[in-house]
């Protein structure tokens, strides 16, 4: 076999585990100093295949499975997971068929966020589960942010603080 070229090509990444690890510690550092209830975080990059997973002690054994829909279903679609929710609010028949080609990994509800690089290109997304959806949200938004990179939405519900979430 003279000629062939045998050496080891590496991918291109986007979304580096340094950075994916850096949004995940940030996200639950966020979690913790707002008193959040324990949560878990789920980065995937560009292609919707997990970098990171983390569950904090007391995070729930559905967590990460929630976590994963919320990053999955944002990404999918483009939009964060709140304004999926919101757009779709009226059209349950639109959500089932979502779920039903995303073979179940679609949930719409706030936690799901893109990572975007500063010319707005996604490279990936963030799913936080563990506590009311906005406060989960809230904490994504923090973890992409201490990364250095965009969140979308860019930020989370007003006054979620004051709402009694």
């Not at 340094?18 to 990059?45: Q, S, Y």
């Not at 500063?118 to 563990?130: C, K, P």
């Not at 904490?139 to 942010?145: E, Y």
Request: proline share 4%; net charge negative.
């Amino acid at each position: 076999m003279s000629g062939a070229d045998h050496s080891l090509r590496h991918l291109a990444v986007e979304l580096t585990l340094a950075v994916a690890e850096h949004i995940a510690d940030a996200t639950l550092a966020a979690g913790r100093h707002a008193g959040l209830l324990p949560l878990t975080v789920v980065v995937l990059d560009g292609g919707g295949h997990v970098v990171v997973q983390k569950r904090e002690d007391g995070s729930g054994i559905l967590r990460a499975e929630i976590a994963h829909g919320k990053a999955y279903g944002a990404l999918g679609m483009g939009i964060g997971s709140r304004v999926i929710r919101d757009r779709l609010r009226d059209r349950p028949a639109f959500q089932s068929a979502i779920a039903a080609a995303s073979e179940g990994r679609f949930i719409p509800v706030p936690g799901g966020v893109l990572i975007c690089r500063a010319d707005g290109a996604v490279v990936g997304a963030v799913g936080v589960s563990g506590d009311a959806s906005d406060k989960d949200e809230y904490a994504a938004i923090a973890g992409v942010r201490a990364a250095g990179l965009l969140p979308h939405p860019e930020t989370p519900v007003e006054n979620w603080r004051d709402a009694g979430l």
